[in-house]
């Protein structure tokens, strides 16, 4: 018998558009001291089997078969004053974002009691001996001292290791864990995966870890499962489901995954993919007699500089004052230069905060530079105030924005969205002419015509961020800056929009400049990179040379950080060096 | 496609949840109703009583038509001018509502233009913007209605005050009320304009004026189209209030508000109807609008639905 058993579970979310089945006949089983990790992409409904299964289903959601066994014993009929006995007491839970999970109005120490007093039915002074005991066992330093401060005065990581402590604090005989670090920069990720895992083993604790990340399913699980709209397509070990996938969208799955080991030419054709199929562009793309390839007198790799950052910095002010010297400024980005050659994709890597978001809109001209200077094409860009001059600057450089819900105004028709920037710089002359060439464009980034008429809400992130790439080509632009534009979509969609990337540069010979705190994906985007900590650029070099022979000792330890994936499955990948495929 | 909308109309989920509340539907029906005839009084109305030719002091106080007094030409009975009850709430709810919608259209353009300002700007232009409407927060809707409503009528001439009355009032009654506008939309805009479409539109050069127009404001005025409904209601009873302290629409064409005070110094000698009826009306209206405001306000707030 196992520790958790799931028995055919079926959910069903009822509305007014009829039912939709969330969850079709999944079994599930768990045993002591092991970790299961559940991975699909966004929708395929993995938070809703974590959610089951800790009795917190939100309504419309309803379980219409199935049983889920804790020890023998069945707990998804038990009444709710039952189900709070078990949540918590038997089966503790780790959500994604330590920063709502806590109270902030109360301290550290207060949950952790409160939660102990609650469940093991103990005295205020033991419960406290213990929560020095826990604090102390999720690695979190001076455990007497740190129990009475609140939640903000403990870092997103540190946070996460209270969620923990938190979760383990009545030794639970499962611990659910969803998403536990999608929140959290590489570094702290590696420590929490640690900890976690350590935690498991020692304490014979069964964890389900939810996640959509193949990193940290490949870094702690013994077993996965792999769902596909609410269906369980594969299970098994985790190093014969990631190493030899046997049910295809598994392996267009993990043919998805961005490697740190390997440099791809392209993504391999990803099958399962939502409702579009990626048209293969790469032969048709006739860009000459298209919008987007007239009248360029550029393209084409060369030594010459397009962009050239000198000194750069910038200053926010956090608290503003009357007096100088009472302003609380933070230097964002701190005396950064480095140049980008015409053609190539520059990376820029880092950890949250480290000010790469920044300095792209400072390039952009989002934000007014503090200091230094950002010349493009041989012009000062920061000291332009000749209008005409502007316009010309501002049509060459386009940005493709993170967060694919919020750069698309929702109350504007894709059309009107895509022909803004032609209609603003009056790049066409008749009304016509605008509708002829953003349909182009949008078939250039692989949607139909039927686009035009609709609304954002309409699309998924996915083809949002192509519509956001369609915009972004309006312009006709020399320069394009990408920040993070695939850090918010699912595996096999990043994978899309990196090769439609890959592809626009080629054929169009755009000069790129791409932020990421992904390492993986930089290795597969980038020409040159540069790593940035603290709004400082510590180090530039070709990606190739940066991965094989870091210099800095930060990039070393951010090499080190990446999760190994070297024994995914290669099936079908589309190598860039053959050499490499070789010596494997 | 008139047929296109219609039928995105039929399914959007604010028709849905319209179909779903009797409470809605109801008080629709009956905002719509009493609009309605307002909006045709003079075609629906047994009299008409700002004509002086038809009035009859020999009519004046007469009960409704059930009582044992009652005369069959006034349903609702007379005023102490001899004027029809019924004409008289159906002509003064037309006054009543013209003065709110007005009033509220009035807030509303102050209100969204400052506070459209005020958060994208940021800043000094922010700070000035916001005391000040802080400062008039500290006081009463009404009495800085009656403030207005007094210094307009010591600046203007007298034989100008009756003609000007309805539109000192709808000032009075619309800068009394803008600040929630203001506010609200401040909030907004501060969330919007740092999403990334903006900063989009931004990067291909548009000026703040047109990113205002053309991309913040349509995304801000979800919460104000509640506001405005809930804002009608009380705009309508400011409008009653003012016009029963007197300073409001003079007796002559007279509102609500006005019909109630004058059946006020009549209660005591037992003419309820004089005030009675147009309370009921008023009361009719405002609730019935002030209900339709709260339904849009939980229809389009997605965590009550």
Known sequence: ?584 | MTRNVLSRAYNSDIFYSFSHSPTAIVSAVVALLICLGALFAPLVSPHNPFDLATLDLLDANIPPIWSADGDSRFLLGTDDQGRDMLSAILYGSRISLLVGLASVLFSLVVGVSLGLISGYAGGRVDSVIMRIADVQLSFPAILIALLIDGIARGLLPRHLHDSLSLYVLIFAIGISGWVQYARTVRGATMVERNKEYVQAARLIGMRPFTILRRHILPNVLGPVLVIATIHLAVAIITEATLSFLGVGIPPTTPSLGTLIRIGNSYLFSGDWWISIFPGIALVLLALSVNLLGDWLRDALNPKLR
Not at chain 1, 14 to 40: F, Y
Not at chain 1, 61 to 73: A, C, E, H, P, S
Not at chain 1, 101 to 126: A, F, K, N, W
Not at chain 1, 130 to 140: D, P, Q, W, Y
Request: charged residues 25%; neutral net charge; glycine residues 8%.
């Open chain 1, 1 to 584: 018998m196992a520790l958790l058993d799931i028995e055919n579970l079926h959910i069903e979310f009822s509305s007014r558009h009829g039912n939709v089945v969330a969850i079709q006949d999944v079994s599930l089983s768990l045993e002591k001291g092991e970790i299961l990790g559940v991975v699909g992409e966004s929708g395929a409904g993995k938070s809703t089997i974590g959610n089951a299964v800790i009795g917190l289903l939100e309504p419309p959601g309803k379980m219409t078969r199935g049983t889920v066994l804790l020890n023998g014993q069945r707990i998804d009929q038990l009444p709710p004053h039952a189900f709070r006995e078990v949540r918590g007491r038997r089966i503790g839970m780790i959500f994604q974002d330590p920063l709502t999970s806590l109270d902030p109005l109360q301290t550290v120490g207060d949950q952790l009691i409160e939660s102990m007093q609650v469940h093991l039915r103990i005295g205020q002074h033991q419960a406290r001996k213990r929560a020095v005991e826990l604090l102390t066992s999720v690695g979190i330093e001076q455990p007497e001292l740190r129990l009475d401060q609140y939640p903000h005065q403990f870092s997103g990581g540190m946070r996460q290791r209270v969620v923990i402590a938190l979760a383990l604090c009545c030794e639970p005989e499962v611990i659910i864990a969803d998403e536990p670090t999608t929140a959290l920069d590489v570094s702290i990720q590696a420590q929490i995966l640690d900890l976690l895992r350590a935690l498991c083993k020692e304490k014979q604790v069964g964890m389900i870890i939810i996640t959509h990340d193949m990193g940290v399913i490949a870094e702690i699980t013994d077993r996965v499962a792999v769902l596909y709209r609410g269906k369980l397509v594969e299970e098994g070990p985790t190093r014969q489901v990631l190493g030899s996938p046997e049910h295809l969208y598994t392996k267009s799955l993990i043919s998805a995954v961005p490697r740190s080991d390997i440099k791809l030419r392209r993504f391999p054709m990803v099958t399962y993919i939502e409702g579009i199929q990626e048209n293969v562009r790469k032969d048709n793309l006739a860009t000459a007699t298209r919008w987007m390839g007239q009248q360029r007198n550029f393209g084409g790799k060369s030594d010459k500089p397009l962009v050239q950052v000198s000194d750069l910095g910038m200053r926010f002010v956090l608290r503003n004052s009357f007096l100088k010297k009472n302003r609380i400024t933070l230097d964002a980005v701190k005396g950064v230069s480095f140049s980008i050659k015409e053609g190539e994709v520059f990376g820029l890597v880092g950890e949250s905060g480290s000010g790469k978001s920044t300095i792209a809109r400072l390039i952009a001209g989002l934000y007014q530079t503090s200091y230094g200077s950002v010349h493009f094409n041989n012009v000062n860009v920061t000291q332009l105030d000749d209008k005409k001059m502007l316009n010309s600057f501002r049509r060459q450089i386009q940005m493709v924005f993170q967060d694919p819900f919020s750069s698309l105004n929702p109350r504007m028709r894709i059309l009107d969205i895509v022909a803004e920037p032609i209609r603003f710089h009056k790049l066409a002359n008749t009304e016509a002419l605008t509708r002829q060439i953003v349909s182009g464009l949008l078939d250039y980034v692989g949607l139909s015509d039927q686009a035009l008429a609709r609304f954002p809400h309409e699309f998924s992130g996915g083809q949002r961020q192509r519509i956001c790439i369609a915009r972004a080509l309006a312009t006709r632009p020399r320069f394009l800056i990408c920040d993070e534009p695939t850090s918010a979509l699912d595996v096999s969609i990043q994978a899309q929009i990196l090769n439609l990337l890959k592809d626009l540069q080629e054929s169009l010979g755009l000069t790129i400049l791409f932020i990421s705190h992904d390492l993986p994906v930089i290795r597969q985007m980038c020409d040159r990179v540069g790593v940035m900590r603290h709004g400082e650029l510590l180090e530039v070099a070709e990606t190739e040379t940066l991965f094989s022979d870091p210099r800095h000792d930060y990039t070393k330890h951010l090499l080190s950080l990446m999760p190994g994936l070297d024994f995914l499955s290669r099936e079908g990948l589309d190598l860039e060096d053959a050499a490499a495929q070789q010596a494997m």
